[in-house]
């Protein structure tokens, strides 16, 4: 880990806990593997704000964004530099509600330059709540 930005790789999982917006978040690690990871968020009062005291839509956005790094990192190669975030969208469809919400990852494309990562967001009861896609920047060291 560099200051406060994660580094890719291998070691990036141990350090989860450590990020303080994590920590304050409540998010654990459920499972994560090159190209795949699925993160879980304990709700509280911190992270409720939406329609019917449901999780607020920027935290399922944050999600959305660290979830993706957890299933893209694993990936970077030697001569891969993190970037940061190019592009994300995220599309909700129900209010997500309960003790606990899931964003689980998927990396549909990694190039040399970017890479694409798909990010659904589900409730307890296994409901898609929401589904983000990025666009993740990566630049080439010299």
């Known amino acids: 880990m560099v200051g406060d930005h994660p580094t890719p790789?291998?070691?990036l999982r141990e350090h989860f806990?450590?990020?303080p917006f994590h920590?304050?978040?409540g998010?654990?690690?459920d499972e994560a593997r090159p190209g795949f990871a699925r993160i879980c968020l304990q709700t509280s009062e911190r992270t409720l704000g939406g329609i019917g005291n449901s999780v607020h839509g920027g935290v399922l956005a944050a999600l959305v964004d660290i979830a993706m790094l957890q299933a893209l990192?694993?990936?970077f190669g030697p001569g891969d530099e993190a970037s940061g975030t190019a592009d994300l969208n995220i599309t909700y469809m129900r209010p997500a509600m309960?003790?606990?919400?899931?964003?689980?990852?998927t990396v549909l494309k990694k190039g040399r330059q970017q890479a694409v990562t798909e990010v659904s967001i589900i409730d307890e009861q296994g409901r898609l709540c929401a589904k983000g896609r990025t666009i993740y920047a990566i630049r080439?060291?010299?």
């Open 9 to 11: 790789g291998p070691g």
């Open 17 to 19: 806990a450590e990020f």
């Open 23 to 25: 920590r304050y978040l």
């Open 27 to 29: 998010l654990t690690i």
């Open 73 to 75: 990192f694993p990936l």
């Open 98 to 105: 309960g003790e606990r919400i899931y964003a689980e990852a």
């Open 140 to 142: 080439q060291r010299t």
